[in-house]
């Protein structure tokens, strides 16, 4: 009889995980949504074209995972079709200057996304700091 090498047992949870209960949304971020949209991929079509499933591509857009770098990049951005990183780049550096958005919309785009326990948080900080501001 044949003896294989096993492995022991891993818990499944006990691997660290790329995705985080973190969100960060980045200018990167941002700029990859925009291109992909434009270039009318859903998020399923460009995962197939990147070999990754569209749960990857959902977390790098929406802060949960950081935006991909060098290698990792140029295989996204191949995927979107069009675009090599010096011109990404190129799009954040203008996507900063030209962003519209106000901290106040960027704070409400991240309540719209915490939980209930949350928001109670951030309105009790909120009022906290206004209150020690005499405002």
Do not use: W
Request: aromatic share 6%; hydrophobic share 35%; proline share 4%.
């Amino acid at each position: 009889m044949q003896q294989f090498n096993t492995f022991p047992p891993q818990n499944i949870h006990e691997r660290p995980s790329k995705r985080t209960d973190r969100v960060i949304m980045t200018d990167e971020a941002r700029v990859l949504r925009e291109l992909r949209q434009l270039r009318g991929h859903s998020m399923r079509s460009l995962g197939v074209a990147m070999g990754k499933s569209d749960s990857y591509v959902s977390q790098v857009e929406n802060g949960r995972m950081d935006p991909p770098k060098d290698n990792a990049l140029e295989h996204y951005l191949a995927a979107i079709g069009g675009i090599n990183s010096k011109s990404f780049y190129e799009r954040v550096r203008r996507y900063r200057q030209d962003r519209t958005q106000t901290d106040r919309d960027e704070l409400l785009e991240v309540a719209k996304r915490a939980t209930e326990i949350q928001v109670r948080q951030i309105l009790l900080l909120a009022k906290t700091i206004l209150a020690t501001q005499g405002l």
